[in-house]
């Protein structure tokens, strides 16, 4: 078992910028490859960024591409996602979520997440 928690979301007007953190414990952390993905009222959870197991490799949304970066502490247990330039369209519950194993590289794909953050609310106003 691998347990996410969120944290650093908030309401920031557009084009303001915030940092959000996932913090992981329970197994080992490097053994995971990190997504985060976000949820908007009414619409279905949707892929935003992805980083491999060293951080080497990641992926992003090409809504977000330019404006978001993902970076994690395996040190820490820690996978962060800081999001500049934030719209009001990137209003949503956001999740962190780990993909086990070292190869396969990141996924944009939920299915391929087995452990689940609980969220954290982003709110951008216009």
């Known amino acids: 078992q691998v347990q996410l928690v969120e944290s650093g979301g908030g309401l920031v007007q557009a084009g303001g910028s915030l940092r959000l953190s996932c913090a992981a414990s329970g197994r080992t952390f490097s053994n995971y490859a990190m997504g985060w993905f976000r949820q908007a009222p009414g619409k279905e959870q949707e892929f935003v960024s992805a980083i491999s197991w060293s951080g080497g490799s990641t992926s992003y949304a090409d809504s977000v591409k330019g404006r978001f970066s993902i970076s994690r502490d395996n040190a820490k247990n820690t996978v962060s996602l800081q999001m500049n330039s934030l719209e009001p369209e990137d209003t949503a519950v956001y999740y962190c979520?780990?993909?086990?194993?070292?190869?396969?590289?990141?996924?944009?794909?939920?299915?391929?997440?087995?452990?689940w953050g609980q969220g954290t609310q982003v709110t951008v106003s216009s």
């Open positions: 979520a780990a993909k086990f194993g070292r190869v396969g590289g990141v996924s944009k794909y939920l299915k391929d997440y087995a452990y």
